[in-house]
T-cell receptor, first 112, second 117 residues
Framework: QKEVEQDPGPLSVPEGAIVSLNCTYS??????FMWYRQYSRKGPELLMY????GNKEDGRFTAQVDKSSKYISLFIRDSQPSDSATYLC????????????FGTGTSLTVIP | GAVVSQHPSRVICKSGTSVKIECRSL??????MFWYRQFPKQSLMLMAT?????????EQGVEKDKFLINHASLTLSTLTVTSAHPEDSSFYIC?????????????FGSGTRLTVV
């Protein structure tokens, strides 16, 4: 079983839609949860960073962590064509860079 | 936010040659940097931890003699793919701490697309 599982998609939505991206993880000791956005042929860009359970909101983006079900989500409101990218989730027990486990990424296309 | 500069962004080389990839932490002096490899539609896989002034720490299954890492200064780590073969073709990405404390997180470079022909 992979440490972090993510549906690769692809996911295609119309502009303005609410997007829901999800991951599950297997290690109950994970405490740090991250979402990255990766445009084609570019490095990942940190979008959201959450410690432990709960919600975190930043503009049109909301990250949600449910440790009881080992489920993490990213919601994008009022999606824009510029949101078209691959979204990677990552989890870690400690906040050190050599202990991050990444999902495979979900490819999102927002259609104008 | 912090900036990590990675160069080159794309390189094509002949089989058997070596390729050097540079990763610079522009905003923060990093004693530790990380090198990842990413195949299409697959996760980022950590290859090694680059340690300033000492040997790199390689993940299981990564050949240290093939992927040479040098971290000679607090702002620069290099990855050299030696005697490259077509199966080494991949997207290589480095990352560095964004600040002096864990809460700052990590910033990724823009990646290097290596194609070995």
């Amino acid at each position: 079983q992979k440490e972090v599982e993510q549906d690769p998609g692809p996911l295609s939505v119309p502009e303005g839609a609410i997007v829901s991206l999800n991951c599950t993880y297997s290690n109950s000791a994970f405490q740090y949860f991250m979402w990255y956005r990766q445009y084609s042929r570019k490095g990942p860009e940190l979008l959201m960073y959450t410690y432990s359970s709960g919600n975190k909101e930043d503009g049109r983006f909301t990250a949600q962590v449910d440790k009881s079900s080992k489920y993490i989500s990213l919601f994008i409101r009022d999606s824009q064509p510029s949101d078209s990218a691959t979204y990677l989730c990552a989890s870690s027990q400690t906040n050190t860079g050599n202990q991050f486990y990444f999902g495979t990424g979900t490819s999102l296309t927002v259609i104008p | 936010g912090a900036v990590v500069s990675q160069h080159p962004s794309r390189v094509i080389c002949k089989s058997g040659t070596s390729v050097k990839i540079e990763c610079r932490s522009l905003d923060f002096q990093a004693t530790t940097m990380f090198w990842y490899r990413q195949f299409p539609k697959q996760s980022l896989m950590l290859m090694a931890t680059s340690n300033e002034g000492s040997k790199a720490t390689y993940e299981q299954g990564v050949e240290k003699d093939k992927f040479l890492i040098n971290h000679a200064s607090l702002t620069l780590s290099t990855l050299t793919v030696t005697s490259a073969h077509p199966e080494d073709s991949s997207f290589y990405i480095c990352s560095a701490p964004s600040g002096p404390e864990a809460a700052y997180g990590y910033t990724f470079g823009s990646g290097t697309r290596l194609t070995v022909v």
